[in-house]
């Protein structure tokens, strides 16, 4: 167990220097995705005005805010993962991966822990960046070290969805764009107001047991101005997102021993 | 540290479908420590399934994989390059790509600078360590992918078609350092290619497979000899007519007549065979212009290994 924590540790060194190279070498590639965005959002709010001819909508701009950070953290960790299997077995180095003695369920949960910080800092300051632009908002940014924890509580939940695409990646290799249909999918989840869905439905459930969806409601609650009774929140987000984190992890040790087997793990 | 291969067997079949393929058929042979063993074939034969099982990149459908007599798989002991050059990050230095590997293996940190910079200066990649790979030529990303194999100091290596598409100077590098691994440093190295020369120059022993079946093996001196033929090229002044005896003891083919010149190849089946046509030539008064001795080279037992159909070694 010893020796499985320090090769583990020196796995997430190994991505964590990979990571940081990339982001000195490639720092335009970090801020035009923050710019990009930034502005999709920001158009979607300036739409919504114009098509109310200036009256406003009735929508919560805190939810939408919250939901559109959550959704490219959760975007970028969920197809990061499938996207990697697909780049790497093109390039071949997916081949030494799974020979280096790691399980790729390890391998990709290390690099999920390393990327981790990229990920929450991207999260944080588009929240900074929209606060700034709409001073009228109920959010208190100053929780943001409860919302920390919120975020890796919910990211361990997102990897256990990203597990199902990487190991689908694994088996079928190039099924991006039914990917795309499922992150509408999501999109949809995000947006979805809870209040307006009746106690029981299907919707209702998922909405409840989803670790994104579960994170959205509990951030929520973190930037909202009473933070007093977050221990259940946050009691709740650890079972849900544990449990899909395993789920994920164990449907992706099957998925790879099946690619295994099948000879799916070499250049293609 | 010893490999040794019992029984192995691959089979895949394919979805929603009865029919099975073999890719690999009961394959077994062992690599001494320090010892350089060759894998050659035609594409398709099996080679890369072998080497990828053993690599622990492909699940055998049954049979074993040693480790010093041991089927625990320590992957510390095992490196590979597989399928050429593209093992590595393109868009990290070989610097990066041989720390990343070595921490990725599990390789000690205090040991991980000294042995990248003295692996790229062996393998002449060091005066490339800050560029990025895409930036480097096939040779040296290939140099690259061993010098990332190298990394965890591996007891066994296992490289598919090393040298192939590499130029004759990295060639030559790469053949030098291999020979340098098992001769100097102990270990044992598994290899696939399609390079007779290669195998001639480096191997100790060599195994031969077609479809799946290993169907010779040996050093290159014993394959030599098991397919020791004696067959000649033979050219004389002259239209000459094949003696109806010879055509009973010996087997003649590639009777060509030019204008004064008659060429035919005899395979005289034993040793003595030859002192007779001479024999018949001075007798006769002929003139002999051309008598050569066709060479058992690596090439020929390669090819009639593939040809002859019941040679299963």
């Known amino acids: 167990m010893k020796n499985f924590i320090k090769e583990f540790l020196l796995l997430v060194k190994a991505e964590f220097i990979r990571e940081i190279i990339y982001i000195k070498r490639y720092p335009f590639e970090s801020i035009s995705f923050l710019f990009f965005m930034y502005i999709i959002l920001m158009a979607i709010f300036l739409g919504m005005s114009q098509l109310s001819g200036g009256g406003g909508l009735n929508i919560n701009h805190e939810r939408m805010i919250i939901g559109y950070c959550l959704m490219q953290f959760v975007m970028s960790n969920q197809m990061g993962w499938a996207g990697q299997i697909s780049n790497e077995s093109q390039m071949g180095t997916l081949e030494q991966l799974s020979i280096s003695g790691h399980s790729l369920a390890t391998v990709l949960f290390a690099r999920g822990i390393a990327q981790f910080p990229r990920q929450s800092a991207s999260f944080f300051i588009l929240m900074i960046a929209y606060a700034a632009a709409m001073p009228k908002m109920d959010l208190h940014l100053d929780h943001f070290y409860i919302a920390f924890f919120f975020l890796f509580l919910i990211a361990l939940g997102v990897y256990g969805i990203a597990y199902l695409f990487a190991g689908l990646t694994l088996l079928f290799k190039r099924i991006g764009f039914f990917f795309q249909i499922i992150n509408f999918a999501f999109l949809g989840l995000f947006w979805q107001n809870r209040d307006i869905l009746p106690d029981g439905s299907i919707r209702a459930i998922l909405y409840d047991f989803f670790p994104l969806t579960l994170g959205m409601k509990n951030l929520l609650l973190v930037f909202s101005s009473n933070t007093s009774s977050l221990i259940y929140p946050f009691l709740n987000q650890c079972i849900y997102s544990g449990i899909f984190t395993i789920a994920g992890f164990y449907l992706f040790r099957v998925m790879e021993k099946k690619a295994r087997q099948m000879a799916l793990l070499s250049q293609y | ?313």
């Open chain 2, 1 to 313: 540290m010893d490999l040794k291969v019992e029984a192995l067997y691959k089979t895949y079949s394919k979805p929603l479908s009865k029919k099975k393929f073999e890719a690999v058929k009961n394959i077994s042979f062992e690599i001494a420590t320090g010892e350089i063993y060759a894998l050659l074939g035609p594409n398709g034969a099996g080679k890369s399934t072998t080497i990828k099982m053993i690599a622990g990149l492909i699940t055998p459908t049954s049979g074993k994989i040693l480790f010093n007599n041991s089927a625990h798989k320590n992957y510390q002991v095992l490196s590979a390059v597989l399928e050429g050059s593209r093992n590595v990050y393109w868009r990290l230095t070989p610097l990066e790509n041989l720390h990343y590997f070595a921490n990725l293996r599990g390789v000690p940190s205090r040991q991980i600078k000294e042995k990248s910079e003295l692996l790229l200066k062996e393998l002449e990649i060091d005066a490339k360590k800050a560029n990025q790979s895409r930036h480097l030529s096939r040779g040296m990303l290939q140099k690259l992918a061993i010098a990332a194999a190298l990394i965890t100091d591996p007891q066994i290596l296992l490289l598919d078609e090393p040298t192939l598409g590499v130029d004759v100077a990295s060639a030559r590098n790469i053949k030098e350092k291999i020979r340098s691994l098992a001769k100097k440093e102990g270990k044992s190295v598994l290899l696939t290619t399609h390079q007779l020369d290669l195998v001639d120059q480096l191997a100790d022993r060599v195994g031969i497979i077609q479809n799946g079946n290993l169907v010779r093996e040996g050093t290159i001196e014993e394959l030599k000899k098991i397919s020791q033929n004696y067959l000649y090229h033979i050219s004389i002044q002259g239209k000459f007519k094949i003696p109806a005896e010879w055509k009973k003891i010996f087997i003649i083919t590639e009777i060509k007549y030019h204008s004064e010149i008659t060429e035919f190849e005899v395979d005289c089946k034993t040793k003595t065979g030859m002192s007779s046509i001479l024999e018949y030539f001075s007798k006769n008064k002929l003139d002999i212009i051309f008598l050569q001795k066709k060479r058992d080279n690596l090439e020929e037992v390669f090819l009639r290994s593939l040809e002859s159909k019941s040679g299963v070694a």
